[in-house]
């Protein structure tokens, strides 16, 4: 059974940092690595938005509102996600969930992250 589990949000001041995890299960490492794998919050009352995508290659897209500030990357060993936020803005505020494009209907519980200003 594909399972995905997101740590690391937290309460933290505009300017601080965090960094996010995203832990899966029940993906052959040949699947895991094989696929782009995403990012994305969801802020209060708004839809889920894309943050950031690492491609299999090794490529990365990032949404505007980040760029310059965030940084995706995985540990293919261990099957996990992670993602680097920097400079963290009051608008950053939200549950954050990681997505692997091969199980696109999966989706963990979240990690919350509120940033005040």
């Known amino acids: 059974q594909v399972r995905l589990v997101e740590s690391g949000g937290g309460l933290v001041q505009a300017g601080g940092s965090l960094r996010l995890s995203c832990a899966t299960s029940g993906i052959i490492l040949s699947v895991f690595r094989g696929n782009a794998m995403d990012w994305y919050r969801q802020a209060p009352g708004k839809q889920r938005e894309l943050v950031a995508t690492l491609e299999s290659s090794g490529g990365t897209n990032y949404a505007d509102s980040v760029k310059g500030r965030f940084g995706i990357s995985r540990d293919n060993s261990r099957r996990r996600l992670y993602l680097e936020m920097n400079d963290l803005k009051p608008e950053d505020t939200g549950l954050y969930y990681c997505?692997?494009?091969?199980?696109?209907?999966?989706w963990g519980q979240g990690t919350q992250v509120t940033v005040s200003s």
């Open positions: 997505n692997h494009r091969n199980y696109r209907n999966h």
